[in-house]
């Protein structure tokens, strides 16, 4: 039985999950909301808005949400999975075989494990939750000691200075310094 006002700790084997999730989340339901409102009132306003245009306008919204729409990433000792909207991606973070940042638009942190298992998730993820990185840090670390991980230390400490970096400045605002 637990004593009144002793806190435990936290176990390791506990699961990590996407905080900031939810509000990105809701944020792409209100742009495609937005938008669906925005073209539904202009083409009512030109007098041209017929349930075929409306069709079309509420497939562009869906497909606006499905863009915007984030992943849900969650961790476990020795794995990682991003939720998409149409399906999920999972990693083993114990047998990682390469870590690397994708070229393109938006930036992405791209893990591939021994199974052939392979995850896209936005680095900032890892920043803003650090439980998460923790994780995600851990099952990387066991990758390297055995010997798996052969290309992606660069890119896992880059991360990790991020975290650190967005760490210290969340002390430093909390403590009034920053």
Not at 25 to 45: E, F, H, K, Q
Not at 122 to 141: C, E, I, K, M
Request: glycine content about 10%; overall charge positive.
């Amino acid at each position: 039985m637990r004593a009144i006002g002793r806190r435990t700790p936290r176990a390791a084997s506990a699961p990590a999950y996407d905080r900031t999730w939810a509000g990105e989340a809701r944020s792409a339901g209100g742009c495609a909301a937005v938008l669906l409102g925005l073209l539904l009132l202009i083409d009512t306003g030109a007098g041209t808005l017929t349930p075929w245009r409306a069709a079309l306008w509420a497939g562009l919204a869906v497909l606006l949400l499905l863009v915007l729409w984030p992943a849900r990433v969650s961790a476990a000792p020795g794995s990682l999975v991003a939720r998409g909207p149409l399906r999920a991606r999972a990693v083993r973070t114990d047998r990682l075989v390469s870590v690397r940042w994708s070229d393109g638009v938006a930036q992405r942190l791209v893990l591939r494990d021994a199974e052939g298992g392979r995850a896209e998730i936005d680095p900032r993820v890892l920043v803003t939750n650090p439980p998460l990185w923790r994780l995600v840090d851990a099952g990387a670390r066991t990758s390297v000691a055995r010997g798996t991980l052969r290309c992606g230390e660069t890119a896992l400490r880059q991360v990790s200075a991020r975290v650190d970096r967005e760490t210290a400045r969340g002390v430093f605002r909390a403590s009034g310094l920053g």
